[in-house]
């Protein structure tokens, strides 16, 4: 499994930001994915998830009525639609297949910063 994701940035409270992975190395249409998240110090949590045929989202507390996931498995990409950001937001940003185990990789993680 290989990853790639952008898209992150430096954001005001109440500002957007739209996150993209480029995925490879496995059959993605076959795959659910899922946006991660981790603050120095605390565990990666899960953000959102999408089952292979894109219809079927879902969301952990943080993110519901906020973030938006899609994909497109034309291009391999999974999108994070992320509206009225929070600084408690601030996180390096990762995706992944859902579930991961152990035995998972991660990229590098894109970074978003929320501050005014």
């Known amino acids: 499994v290989q990853v790639v994701e952008s898209g992150g940035g430096l954001v005001q409270p109440g500002g957007s930001l739209r996150l993209s992975c480029a995925a490879s190395?496995?059959?993605?249409?076959?795959?659910?994915m899922g946006w991660y998240r981790q603050t120095p110090g605390k565990a990666r949590e899960l953000v959102a998830h999408?089952?292979?045929?894109?219809?079927?989202?879902a969301y952990g507390n943080i993110a519901k009525g906020r973030f938006t996931i899609s994909r497109n498995n034309r291009k391999n990409t999974v999108s994070l639609q992320m509206n009225n950001l929070k600084p408690e937001d601030t996180a390096v940003y990762y995706c992944?297949?859902?579930?991961?185990?152990?035995?998972?990789?991660w990229g590098q993680g894109t970074q978003v910063t929320v501050s005014s």
């Open positions: 992944n297949q859902f579930p991961t185990t152990v035995a998972h990789t």
């Open positions: 999408i089952d292979n045929s894109g219809l079927n989202p």
């Open positions: 190395g496995f059959t993605f249409s076959r795959s659910a």
